[in-house]
Every structure is written in structure tokens, then in C-alpha cells.
């Protein structure tokens, strides 16, 4: 299966929140699945980290490409 998620999703998976449904983290977290970040979530985190809106998302605003490929995830 091909999962595309949206900004919140993949800031709350990188947190590891329980914010996102248990189904939806084991969707996420299930190897045979690939998970695709979408270049609107990299200009929503790095604008929103910039005007100081989230704060907590500094390392994956300095570095998104690296956030998304530590996780095994697709661009």
C-alpha cells in the first residue's frame, strides 16, 4: 500500500505522538508499505518553523530531507 501523509501526520509520527490513530502508526510503521512526504509538508514545516509557529519542528525544518530518509520514507 501507498501512503501519502500530510504535515501533521508525519511531524506527529516523527514525535511519536498518539496523536495519530493506532492503526495509522502501524500502517506507517509496516515495512511492506511505502510512505511518501509530499513537497507541500517540507514548505509548511520550514514556513511555520520560521515565523515561529513550530518551534518544536527545528530539526526537521533544518534538515526535512534528512528527517524523511532517517525514516525510510520516499520524497
Given at each position: 500500500m501507498r501512503l501519502l501523509l500530510d504535515t501533521h501526520?508525519?511531524?506527529?509520527w516523527l514525535a511519536g505522538s498518539t496523536s495519530l490513530s493506532?492503526?495509522?502508526?502501524?500502517?506507517?510503521?509496516?515495512?511492506a508499505n511505502s510512505v511518501l512526504i509530499s513537497a507541500a509538508s517540507a514548505w509548511e514545516t520550514t514556513t511555520k518553523y520560521?515565523?515561529?509557529?513550530?518551534p518544536e519542528a527545528a530539526a526537521v525544518a533544518l534538515?526535512?530531507?534528512?528527517a524523511i530518509a532517517d525514516q525510510?520514507?520516499?520524497?
Open positions: 501526520a508525519f511531524l506527529w493506532l492503526p495509522a502508526r502501524r500502517a506507517i510503521g509496516d515495512e520560521r515565523l515561529g509557529k513550530l534538515d526535512f530531507g534528512g525510510g520514507f520516499e520524497e
